[in-house]
């Protein structure tokens, strides 16, 4: 490249240095109070020589030489290298070191310096662009001369083989553009476009290759830009033709997409790829690499040959490089090669502090001063990009001063009230420029201010809103917050009292929420919160002075309702049938991680109460199953086996974050199954499980029935047994001759004990309620008895009791 830099080459293009005068062109050219602001732009092509005029500052910006002079006017990049001088003799801007666009900028177009030219007494700023145009002075380059690719004999016809791909540093038609294959029998060259918009090439097959006629061919691409006069680079490509490997390995993903922090350490984990190859044996056996890369972009990373698993080999940063794109190639040990892309996003971390300078600075100002007094001119950068770079310049908003943004990265400090000397004679300001990174980085620089004159005076609040947080379910008439404001004034005049503005809050007026006391500037609640109804009451209150007329201000009050945990987590997946089997399936080959299903649950409350947490309760095998405590992913933890039950169990146990904490739990069915047949076959067993339940269900009832109907049985067969005997007894007493019963044979008595066996009939009736009734008797079953010779004296004293209880009219035999 040195000699492609020679004085002759620069030569050529010395007549682009006459066209910079009709190239500059002015941007923005604006006015504002004590300076003007305004943009210029030229465009110079790199390499010019040290001296070479870039633009007519002077005449562009329609400034006077003079005040060039006068006002000190200097430039102001904030880089380590000045590419640029201001000549302010002249008014010219010159070329005071050499620059390279390659160098500079890289791939990225266009390409241009951004600097500043800053005037004093009165301030002035104005920005200067100026776009490096881009030369022919590169030559596309390999980063290998000599390429070797090993491809079986048995290669199908459309084989590619993909070709490292060429770097020219040029851009646009200076840079690569075509590829171009030497004459050959075998194979052509197709071209492609990477999403950034460099080119590679592919090898592509078009003959049968036949290792015994050709062991080795010898092919060299070219790779030519769009430059004049143009220039190229060759690469030789040696193709040694082995026996026959009839598959390639195959990516499982034709592109991969990773994501990695900046400053990640060595070794951290990115992504895996992964690819096969249907051949056994050595030719089967894959091997992973990077495939030649632009830059040094491989060394950024390592890949595990065997694994494909992708690590940090080297120190990211998101500032130099947002997005790598690589190219991995899976090899078999037959010399058959696969490509896949892939695609790693470096997420930026908020690592760079903005860094404050101070460009001009008045340190004394008149208490007169209108608004809008230019006070100083301040710079902010931050090396950081997006939202990490994205810089919020701020000052106390208690001051009467404000930042205003000017150019890009430039702050005005302008006064924002008039000023009183007699309140405030000096001001420390503290400016504050803070990115919005996570966590927010900031720094700040105090500049100090003398004020010199006046004010009226109105009550002011010692704050400019007023934030308070109260718990909801808070007791009617809890304090809430206290406002306060302070009046300059004496006596009467400085005797403030508070009020509630008429504002409405949901419709509703805000004394239906809360209530102030006039005197303290406390404010109450007037009844309790509930916070899934109302999270916050944003209200004005009025400190009003006892001056004639009276003078008033006003202040915002933001009250946050905070949250208790008063709600319970609910599951919204999965969802609990009650009449159906519903289970995940998780196939045998599941590896390692595989995720089975997520468990999903929301809390209506809010903050920690709402931060749900998973945790596996019960499992019928937790060796094969976690659950992620954050996300309720369930997954596996170790390879599935031919061992493992098809049918899973696991319960999940959610629960909140609040205190107490509330939790729920949810039944998770997993089948292990590498088929919807094998799993209805076992999940139709959980069927019949339920089935059997609820069949065993029904014939415990049914048999407490049974058992239930034959002792109610037993029991009225007893209580009639009885009865019928009483029933003998008092026809035995009626009779006047001793007798002997006479059993038919259908009332025959085998289970009379005693001198005297009796056997009664009653006729029972019993209502719905026969357990409170009363048991009525019918006549005896049978009259026919024989006479015998009295002999038993106990016989007929019983028979003469029993007769005197049946012959009572109002006494029933009561069943228990």
Not at 172 to 179: I, K, T
Not at 259 to 273: F, M
Not at 429 to 436: E, G, K, L, P, R
Not at 779 to 803: C, F, H, W, Y
Request: hydrophobic share 35%.
């Amino acid at each position: 490249m040195a000699s492609d830099r020679s004085f002759p080459r620069r030569e050529r293009w010395r007549w682009f240095c006459g066209l910079q005068w009709r190239l500059g062109l002015v941007i923005i050219m604006t006015c504002a109070a004590h300076g003007v602001d305004a943009q210029i732009q030229y465009s110079v092509p790199e390499e010019m020589k040290k001296g070479s005029v870039i633009g007519n500052v002077a005449q562009d910006l329609a400034l006077d030489v003079k005040r060039l002079r006068s006002g000190r006017a200097r430039i102001v990049t904030g880089e380590n290298i000045q590419y640029a001088e201001l000549r302010t003799d002249k008014g010219l801007l010159v070329v005071s070191e050499r620059i390279d666009r390659e160098q500079l900028c890289g791939d990225v177009t266009p390409c241009s310096l951004s600097f500043e030219i800053i005037l004093e007494n009165p301030i002035e700023l104005h920005r200067v662009t100026v776009e490096i145009l881009d030369i022919n002075d590169n030559t596309p380059f390999f980063p290998n001369k000599d390429i070797m690719f090993e491809t079986s004999e048995s290669a199908a016809i459309g084989a590619k083989f993909p070709v490292e791909s060429a770097f020219d540093p040029d851009v646009g038609l200076n840079g690569l553009q075509n590829y171009i294959l030497s004459p050959n029998n075998y194979f052509i060259l197709k071209q492609h476009a990477n999403p950034d918009g460099s080119k590679y090439a592919e090898l592509v097959l078009q003959k049968p290759l036949d290792r015994e006629g050709h062991p080795s061919l010898l092919l060299k691409v070219i790779a030519v830009d769009g430059g004049t006069p143009q220039r190229s680079g060759t690469v030789n490509i040696n193709m040694f033709i082995l026996d026959a490997n009839d598959n390639a390995p195959v990516f499982n993903q034709t592109l991969y997409r990773a994501a990695v922090v900046e400053n990640a350490l060595k070794g951290t984990y990115i992504t895996s790829v992964n690819a096969s190859d249907a051949d056994i044996g050595s030719n089967g056996e894959i091997l992973f690499s990077f495939a030649k890369n632009k830059g040094s972009t491989v060394n950024m990373f390592n890949i595990d040959e065997n694994t494909g698993v992708i690590s940090v080999a080297d120190i990211i940063d998101y500032e130099k490089e947002k997005k790598y794109e690589l190219r991995v190639e899976a090899r078999d040990r037959g010399g058959l090669t696969g490509t896949s892309k892939v695609i790693i996003d470096v997420n930026d971390v908020n690592d760079n502090v903005p860094v404050i300078t101070i460009m001009s600075f008045s340190n004394t100002v008149s208490e007169d001063a209108p608004l809008g007094t230019t006070i100083a001119v301040i710079n902010v950068k931050d090396a950081d990009s997006e939202k990490n770079g994205q810089i919020r310049c701020s000052i106390d908003n208690k001051l009467p001063f404000k930042i205003q943004s000017s150019l890009t990265n430039y702050y005005n400090l302008v006064s924002d009230k008039h000023l009183d000397r007699e309140v405030t004679h000096e001001y420390n300001i503290t400016v504050t420029a803070t990115d919005s990174g996570t966590p927010p980085l900031f720094s700040f620089v105090t500049l100090q201010l003398r004020i010199l004159d006046v004010n009226d005076n109105c009550p002011v609040f010692d704050k400019s809103s007023y934030s308070a947080y109260i718990m909801e379910n808070n007791l009617q008439g809890a304090s809430i917050i206290a406002v306060s404001a302070q009046d300059s004034d004496w006596n009467q005049n400085a005797r403030i009292s508070y009020f509630l503005e008429d504002t409405q809050i949901s419709g509703s007026p805000a004394s239906r929420y809360v209530s102030i006391n006039s005197d303290t500037g406390v404010l109450h609640a007037v009844h309790s919160f509930d916070y899934e109804q109302i999270k916050e009451v944003q209200l004005n209150v009025k400190a009003q002075d006892g001056g004639s007329p009276p003078l008033s201000s006003n202040v915002t009050v933001k009250i946050v309702i905070q949250d208790q945990n008063d709600n319970t987590p609910q599951v919204l997946y999965p969802v609990q049938t009650g009449g159906s089997v519903v289970a995940e399936m998780v196939p045998r080959s599941a590896d390692v991680g595989y995720l089975v299903t997520k468990v999903v649950a929301v809390d209506v409350d809010s903050g920690q109460n709402a931060w749900l947490s998973y945790k596996l309760q019960k499992a019928t095998d937790r060796a094969l199953f976690e659950v992620g405590l954050q996300n309720g992913e369930i997954r596996t933890i170790r390879q599935v086996t031919d061992k493992d039950a098809v049918k899973q169990r696991l319960t999940v146990f959610v629960e909140d974050n609040g205190q107490p904490s509330r939790s729920a739990t949810v039944i998770v069915n997993v089948a292990v199954a590498d088929s919807y047949p094998e799993v209805l076959s076992e999940f139709t067993d959980f069927t019949h499980d339920k089935e059997y339940n609820d069949n065993l269900t029904f014939y415990l009832v049914l048999a407490l029935a049974v058992v239930s109907f034959l002792f109610i049985t037993c029991l009225v067969v007893i209580i009639s047994v009885k009865i019928y005997r009483w029933r003998q007894s008092r026809v035995l007493y009626h009779s006047s001759l001793p007798v002997i019963p006479y059993y038919p044979p259908r009332y025959s008595d085998t289970l009379g004990t005693g001198t005297l066996p009796h056997v009664y009939n009653y006729e029972v009736c019993r209502t719905t309620d026969s357990r409170k009734s009363e048991c009525k008797f019918g006549t005896a079953g049978s009259q026919n008895v024989l006479i015998i010779d009295p002999s038993s004296t106990g016989t007929m004293q019983r028979i003469q009791s029993e007769k005197n209880i049946l012959d009572e009219p109002d006494s029933p035999l009561e069943v228990s």
